[in-house]
């Protein structure tokens, strides 16, 4: 059976329909010419390896049972200045179907136009309806859209009082649009969305897909979780996993239903994703292990030679002879640089010739780097840093170094090695 609503607001609904194809019971409500209902996208935790969520989703068909897209349904809506009507009958099917669902603690993602959170009409029908259904603000996710410029303080400080009365914000589509880190500040999201364009250039782009985790890295700064979607790849489920995103949603893992996520399915592709991105970790390990050794060698030997009196431009010619070799400098017990950099290969002179302003680097003071405090902490051993961009010439390097003792006092040995990521991220 279809529910009719009134044109003074939304009916409750007091009847359900079954759904033909899946069998399940869901309520439907009739809008003009449209039937309108619900269908559930869930959104996992890769840590969890379980749904923790589901976004609502309004579905419509005309008369003629051919389905309408949601956007030609709120468009035609905002023609008809019926927006904030329509959102409230999306709303009240989207919690009708998902009691439904019998989900004892997963949040609902309801995507909610800006202007309504400023509707007291709106708010109240929420609230009476969440009471209702005995659910609770803490299990319902806002899900709010960048909006002009000129309209976010205000769109902010709505934000900041449904999020007192006990619900979720989150902030939808990030990276596209008019995005940007500014409304991270403004909105204060428990949750940040991070649109599918920026996985899919990830996906297809070595220098996206490089910049992801670090993007990730810093919304979990900001105090922000981070759920990426349109996860449709196992390619692009790959990289949602290993950029440490918290939640994932999208068709590779569960599609748009009437129904709860199959479990099951889900849990066993995280688990393959784990597996796999363990067993690469592990072979990028190696590799990477692989081709620093011949560095390291020539490394621990210019350390040792200068350990026992030998100048700097002396010790490093078997180092900087490797084809990757770049420069290596010393460092005294504070960090500052003793001496210029030493160069081997005259292409190297003038190619950091682009970069004269920062090629005299004698008397720098590096005591930031990673490469000094890892020597300095464990001086018994060579360390090597991840790859990161040198300042000499703007590329990625690795750091070689290793805390020498040079008479009474503690010098730390650098050199850097130019790191080329290969086709296969090695």
């Given at each position: 059976m279809v529910i009719s609503v009134r044109e003074s607001g939304v009916a409750a609904p007091r009847s359900l329909e079954p759904d033909l194809i899946s069998g399940l019971q869901r309520y439907a409500l009739r809008h003009r010419d449209l039937t309108l209902t619900s269908v559930f996208q869930p959104i996992?935790?890769?840590?969890?390896?379980?749904?923790?969520?589901y976004e609502a989703l309004l579905r419509a068909h005309d008369i003629f049972d051919r389905p309408v897209p949601p956007l030609d349904v709120f468009g035609d809506a905002a023609r008809q200045s019926e927006l904030h009507y329509v959102d409230r009958l999306a709303q009240s099917l989207h919690l009708e179907n998902f009691k439904t669902l019998h989900a004892e603690r997963e949040?609902?993602?309801?995507?909610?136009?800006?202007?309504?959170l400023a509707d007291s009409y709106?708010?109240?029908?929420?609230?009476?309806?969440?009471?209702?259904?005995?659910?609770?603000?803490?299990?319902?996710?806002?899900?709010?859209?960048?909006?002009?410029?000129?309209?976010?303080?205000?769109?902010a400080d709505e934000a900041r009082r449904f999020r007192e009365q006990g619900f979720l914000i989150a902030l939808d589509d990030f990276g596209a649009g008019d995005s940007n880190l500014e409304r991270i500040w403004q909105l204060d999201p428990d949750i940040v969305k991070v649109d599918r364009m920026m996985l899919s250039q990830a996906a297809h782009r070595t220098q996206a897909a490089a910049i992801l985790p670090g993007f990730v890295a810093m919304l979990h700064e900001a105090g922000k979780l981070v759920l990426i979607e349109g996860v449709e790849t196992e390619h692009e489920a790959q990289l949602a996993f290993s950029c440490d995103a918290d939640f994932v949603q999208g068709f590779h893992f569960g599609r748009p239903g009437p129904g709860a996520a199959d479990s099951a399915y889900a849990a066993e592709r995280i688990a393959a994703l784990a597996e796999c991105h363990r067993a690469q970790t592990q072979a990028r390990e190696r590799a990477r292990a692989s081709r620093l050794a011949p560095y390291v060698r020539a490394f621990e030997r210019a350390a040792e030679r200068l350990a026992q009196g030998e100048p700097l431009d002396e010790v490093c010619w078997n180092f900087l002879a490797l084809d990757h070799a770049a420069r290596c400098f010393l460092l005294d017990e504070e960090g500052r640089q003793k001496g210029r950099n030493v160069v081997l290969r005259a292409d190297r002179?003038?190619?950091?010739?682009?970069?004269?302003p920062v090629a005299d680097a004698q008397g720098a003071n590096w005591m930031r780097r990673p490469y000094f405090h890892a020597a300095i902490e464990a001086p018994d051993r060579v360390h090597a840093t991840r790859p990161y961009l040198s300042i000499n010439e703007a590329l990625p390097c690795v750091t070689l170094?290793?805390?020498?003792?040079?008479?009474a006092g503690l010098c730390v040995l650098c050199g850097d090695i130019d790191w080329q990521e290969d086709a296969t991220g090695l």
């Amino acid at each position: 059976m279809v529910i009719s609503v009134r044109e003074s607001g939304v009916a409750a609904p007091r009847s359900l329909e079954p759904d033909l194809i899946s069998g399940l019971q869901r309520y439907a409500l009739r809008h003009r010419d449209l039937t309108l209902t619900s269908v559930f996208q869930p959104i996992f935790s890769l840590s969890h390896l379980r749904a923790v969520g589901y976004e609502a989703l309004l579905r419509a068909h005309d008369i003629f049972d051919r389905p309408v897209p949601p956007l030609d349904v709120f468009g035609d809506a905002a023609r008809q200045s019926e927006l904030h009507y329509v959102d409230r009958l999306a709303q009240s099917l989207h919690l009708e179907n998902f009691k439904t669902l019998h989900a004892e603690r997963e949040w609902l993602f309801l995507n909610i136009h800006a202007g309504a959170l400023a509707d007291s009409y709106h708010e109240a029908a929420l609230r009476a309806h969440l009471e209702r259904l005995e659910l609770s603000p803490r299990r319902i996710v806002l899900e709010l859209q960048a909006v002009r410029a000129e309209d976010f303080d205000k769109l902010a400080d709505e934000a900041r009082r449904f999020r007192e009365q006990g619900f979720l914000i989150a902030l939808d589509d990030f990276g596209a649009g008019d995005s940007n880190l500014e409304r991270i500040w403004q909105l204060d999201p428990d949750i940040v969305k991070v649109d599918r364009m920026m996985l899919s250039q990830a996906a297809h782009r070595t220098q996206a897909a490089a910049i992801l985790p670090g993007f990730v890295a810093m919304l979990h700064e900001a105090g922000k979780l981070v759920l990426i979607e349109g996860v449709e790849t196992e390619h692009e489920a790959q990289l949602a996993f290993s950029c440490d995103a918290d939640f994932v949603q999208g068709f590779h893992f569960g599609r748009p239903g009437p129904g709860a996520a199959d479990s099951a399915y889900a849990a066993e592709r995280i688990a393959a994703l784990a597996e796999c991105h363990r067993a690469q970790t592990q072979a990028r390990e190696r590799a990477r292990a692989s081709r620093l050794a011949p560095y390291v060698r020539a490394f621990e030997r210019a350390a040792e030679r200068l350990a026992q009196g030998e100048p700097l431009d002396e010790v490093c010619w078997n180092f900087l002879a490797l084809d990757h070799a770049a420069r290596c400098f010393l460092l005294d017990e504070e960090g500052r640089q003793k001496g210029r950099n030493v160069v081997l290969r005259a292409d190297r002179a003038g190619h950091e010739a682009r970069f004269l302003p920062v090629a005299d680097a004698q008397g720098a003071n590096w005591m930031r780097r990673p490469y000094f405090h890892a020597a300095i902490e464990a001086p018994d051993r060579v360390h090597a840093t991840r790859p990161y961009l040198s300042i000499n010439e703007a590329l990625p390097c690795v750091t070689l170094s290793v805390a020498v003792r040079i008479g009474a006092g503690l010098c730390v040995l650098c050199g850097d090695i130019d790191w080329q990521e290969d086709a296969t991220g090695l």
